[in-house]
């Protein structure tokens, strides 16, 4: 098991910024690639961006793509994801999961337990 602890979240205008964090205990963050995913009141969750393991390759959902940056400190055991000009669709639970995959599709191994992102309009 590897604890995630997951910062950041909270309420913000349309157009507003947030930053989240994942925070990664142990000595396996580097191991992993790690995504992001999203899941919104009666939907399922869905993908929103992963880094690789070395942090030189991202992918972004299309939703997503421009608006918001992953990122991962190695160093520092943490992950994070800038969101800019958020929209109220962007409103969600977002949960951080380290991935076993660093190509294709995640294979999650570990989730986060989530923050909630609330957009207002």
């Known amino acids: 098991q590897v604890p995630l602890v997951e910062s950041g979240g909270g309420l913000v205008q349309a157009g507003g910024s947030l930053r989240l964090s994942c925070a990664a205990s142990g000595r396996t963050f580097s191991s992993y690639a790690w995504g992001w995913f999203r899941q919104a009141p009666g939907k399922e969750r869905q993908f929103i961006a992963r880094?690789?393991?070395?942090?030189?390759?991202?992918y972004y959902a299309d939703s997503v793509k421009g608006r918001f940056t992953i990122s991962r400190d190695n160093a520092k055991n943490t992950m994070y994801l800038q969101m800019n000009s958020l929209k109220p669709e962007d409103t969600a639970i977002y949960y951080c999961?380290?991935?076993?995959?660093?190509?294709?599709?995640?294979?999650?191994?570990?989730w986060g337990q989530g923050t909630q992102v609330t957009v207002s309009s």
């Open positions: 880094i690789s393991r070395s942090g030189g390759s991202t």
């Open positions: 999961a380290a991935d076993r995959n660093n190509i294709g599709p995640p294979k999650v191994d570990y």
